[in-house]
């Protein structure tokens, strides 16, 4: 079965960065999209940012410029960099990817913004 794990979060103040990870278990990340999705209290989830299987990225608005989506295919491993956080990014990060009619996610990692 397909396993997501993230981790990288953590309690940062305003203008700082962190890296959040998610590594895959018995998929090969280098052909299927990967994504990070948040989740924020009382809000819905969100896609945040998208690497396809041919590296094309795309990112919400409100993370443009701030956030950047990698891949090591060989760790099997997907990032998230966030620079320049702000207290809007609080929020629980999931990783993601949709197999044919499955989608998959991790447990996620908690992000919080606030000095």
């Known amino acids: 079965q397909v396993q997501l794990v993230e981790s990288g979060g953590g309690l940062v103040q305003p203008g700082g960065s962190l890296r959040l990870s998610c590594v895959a278990s018995r998929i090969t990340v280098s052909i299927y999209a990967m994504r990070w999705y948040r989740q924020a209290p009382g809000k819905q989830r969100e896609l945040v940012a998208a690497i396809s299987s041919g590296g094309s990225t795309n990112y919400a608005d409100s993370v443009k410029g701030r956030f950047t989506i990698s891949r090591d295919n060989a760790k099997k491993t997907v990032y998230l960099q966030s620079n320049s956080l702000k207290s809007e990014d609080t929020a629980v990060y999931y990783c993601?990817?949709?197999?044919?009619?499955?989608?998959?996610w991790g447990q996620g990692t908690q992000v919080t913004v606030s000095s």
């Open positions: 993601n990817v949709q197999i044919g009619a499955m989608n998959y």
